[in-house]
Structures are given as structure tokens and as C-alpha cells.
């Protein structure tokens, strides 16, 4: 486990970007990360990637010094525990909805006396001089989603809690559960979105969002956004939609 530079610019208020490959390809991963990307958000909730998949992904994030997250099933401590076995320098924990849900994450993800994560090492300690579980205390990011309705209501409480380093507010399972089903981009939706932001930002916090490009990434920069997330696919829509209209 090497030094988690993402984290340490999160910690200093700088924007982090973080691309999500969308495949289990640590050829993508090496590449992206050579492109300058903070951090490779890798998906083992909606995505393809298997652990296997997320090992050979982590070495290739460390090969390239970019920060590998791994977005986890659930907020279950092994599942957690598993994906930091394997390396990852971070989990991304889905439908935080209250203070004890963020609270459960962080044990997870944490070893004593901060948490009660399992010890197993696993290849996540090789090569750690000295005491593996202060550095991994030290280095592991913890990213809570936020992702419906309750989570909002409960913002003020959920973002009290320590040793975590990014709120992230998906819109898409908030549209969801807003009643707006498929309408991320729904006015009333993208006021919650830009409401938790500001909320987040005010309590000291890093807050998270997802975009589609340059264009929203800085919009949500300046409202104060740091944990900033575009998929693959959202940058690759508009080079080939020019290219191939060449051809028509």
C-alpha cells in the first residue's frame, strides 16, 4: 500500500479527479492513470470487475501512482475488508442513509483504535516498513454515498463523522428517490444536489459529485465540490460523436 496522494489533496481542499474505467481492465486503468487522473474509481457494485479483476486493477494503479477506489456491494464489514485486502486504497460505500450506517463504514474500513477492521494483510501490507496498521490507518480513504432522500435528511449528523474523506451525492439513485425515476438532471433534484454540496462544504467536509465533463466539473468546483467523478464514457460521447460525423 503506497502513499494515497488523492487523499492527501482532499485533505488540503484541492479537487480530486477520479474516473471510473466502467470495465475490468488494468490496461485502462495503467493508461488512465499515465493521463494524469487523481484516482480510478473501480465499480464491484454495478460493474463487471470480480476480486480478481480488482487485484490486477490495484497493481496497476500503484504502477502509475494513482489512487484505486473501490466502490464495495454494500456497507457489510467483510466486503470492506476484502477490497482493502486486496490493495485498494479506498472504498466507496453505497446508500449511506444515517450517522451509525457512516459510523459501521468507517470500522470497517479502519483498524483499531480507530476502527475494527480484521487483519489479515493480504498483498495491501508487502512492503510496508513497520507497523502495517497505522500506515494503513493513515492512507485508506473512506467515501460515503449519499444517495437518497433519508441520507439528505440526515446530512448534518452523517457528515460529523470522523475519518471520513469525501461525501459523495449521486444523483442517480437520488432522482430515484425524490420520485423522479431516470431524471438525474430534474431541476428539484439537481437543487438537492447543489443544496448538499453547500451543506457539506459548510461543516468542513469534502463533498463528491458526478459529472460529465470540463464543463460541470468546474461548475461544481466553484460551488465547492472536491471529490469530482466522470466515467470513461462520458469523456470518450463527444470526441467520437465528432469523428465519426465526419463520415456521414
Not at 470487475?49 to 466502490?71: F, S
Not at 462544504?201 to 465533463?213: F, I, M
Not at 460551488?223 to 462520458?234: C, D, E, H, M, Q
Amino acid at each position: 500500500m503506497r502513499h494515497n496522494l488523492a487523499k492527501e489533496k482532499l485533505a488540503a481542499g484541492k479537487p480530486v479527479s477520479v474516473v471510473a474505467p466502467g470495465y475490468s481492465s488494468a490496461g485502462l486503468v495503467e493508461l488512465l492513470g499515465r493521463m494524469g487522473f487523481d484516482a480510478i474509481f473501480i465499480d464491484c457494485e454495478h460493474g463487471p470487475v470480480g476480486w480478481e479483476d480488482v487485484e490486477h486493477m490495484v497493481r496497476a494503479a500503484e504502477l502509475v501512482d494513482v489512487t484505486p477506489i473501490v466502490r464495495v456491494q454494500s456497507n457489510d464489514h467483510s466486503t470492506i475488508t476484502r477490497a482493502l485486502d486486496r490493495g485498494a486504497g479506498g472504498v466507496q460505500v453505497p446508500h449511506i442513509n444515517t450517522r451509525a450506517q457512516a459510523e459501521a463504514a468507517v470500522r470497517a474500513a479502519k483498524f483499531a483504535p480507530i476502527g475494527h477492521r480484521g487483519y489479515a494483510g493480504g498483498r495491501a501490507a508487502l512492503g510496508v516498513k513497520g507497523n502495517f496498521t497505522v500506515h494503513a490507518n493513515a492512507e485508506t480513504m473512506v467515501v460515503a454515498m449519499l444517495e437518497e432522500v433519508e441520507a439528505l435528511k440526515n446530512l448534518d449528523e452523517i457528515v460529523k463523522v470522523e475519518h471520513i474523506d469525501a461525501f459523495f451525492i449521486a444523483p442517480g439513485d437520488l432522482a430515484q428517490s425524490m420520485g423522479y425515476p431516470g431524471q438525474m438532471d430534474h431541476p428539484d433534484v439537481q437543487a438537492a444536489v447543489q443544496d448538499a454540496v453547500r451543506r457539506v462544504r459548510a461543516a468542513g467536509r469534502a463533498p463528491g459529485v458526478l459529472t460529465t465533463g470540463g464543463a460541470t466539473a468546474r461548475r461544481y468546483i466553484d460551488l465547492g465540490a472536491l471529490f469530482i467523478y466522470v466515467s470513461l464514457a462520458s469523456l470518450l460521447q463527444p470526441g467520437t460523436r465528432d469523428f465519426l460525423a465526419e463520415f456521414k
